[in-house]
């Protein structure tokens, strides 16, 4: 999984509470991306970062926030989970925007 | 509709066959080309990536770009138990890995 790691890899928690995910890299990769893969949908693009503090929205980032306060380490936090964002969530880095993009291992989420 | 379309399947072949998977697209935009695989309760890897139209060959793998008909097909030649997975299709334009959408995935099962 190209230096990726993801924590929790599993996770269920409660309709209101926050819940936040961790993404690790060993690359000194400079872009981290954060998708959700759901059946029928496939992998859309939550939020993305392009360097340290610098993070932009993606396809769905409704009810999300992230924060990458080092390069090696991306966050998705979601405020008040609701049972909408029970999914699988992949963490993904390239070296630059003009290279492919390499996946870590997943985090399931279930939101009761 | 979206811009990148690909049959869900499931798609069950015997060990040894030629496997053909399928997308289509709606972006004339779309420059390059990827083809991941995922293996159950795992992350994408990347499996083949092309530019532009055009065949591109890694062993029992064949990558195919008609932009023309805006297709993109995966071959698998000899095909074996170990390439049961689901196979996600992906594009981009040259904006970036930020803008990359992906096909919902061609589940696949190899039967010995």
């Known amino acids: 999984d190209a230096g990726i790691t993801q924590s929790p890899r599993h996770k269920v928690t409660e309709t209101g509470t926050p819940v936040t995910l961790r993404c690790h890299q060993t690359e000194n990769h400079r872009y981290m991306y954060w998708y959700r893969q759901d059946p029928g949908h496939g992998l859309r693009l939550i939020h993305y970062s392009y360097g340290v503090k610098d993070t932009d929205k993606g396809e769905v980032s409704d009810g999300y926030s992230v924060s990458r306060s080092k390069t090696e380490d991306f966050l998705l936090t979601l405020e008040s989970a609701t049972s909408s964002q029970t999914s699988v969530y992949f963490c993904?880095?390239?070296?630059?925007?003009?290279?492919?993009?390499?996946f870590g291992p997943g985090t399931r989420l279930t939101v009761l | 509709q979206k811009e990148v379309e690909q049959d869900p399947g499931p798609l069950s072949v015997p060990e040894g066959a030629i496997v053909s998977l399928n997308c289509t697209y709606s972006n004339s935009a779309f420059q390059y080309f990827m083809w991941y695989r995922q293996y159950s309760r795992k992350g994408p890897e990347l499996l083949m990536y092309?530019?532009?139209?055009g065949n591109k060959e890694d062993g029992r793998f064949t990558a195919q770009v008609d932009k023309s008909s805006k297709y993109i097909s995966l071959f698998i030649r000899d095909s074996q138990p170990s390439d049961s997975a689901t196979y996600l299709c992906?594009?981009?334009?040259?904006?970036?890995?930020?803008?990359?959408?992906f096909g919902q995935g061609t589940r696949l099962t190899i039967n010995p």
């Open positions: 092309t530019y532009s139209s």
């Open positions: 992906a594009a981009r334009g040259i904006q970036g890995a930020q803008k990359l959408v």
């Open positions: 993904a880095i390239s070296a630059s925007e003009a290279d492919t993009q390499y």
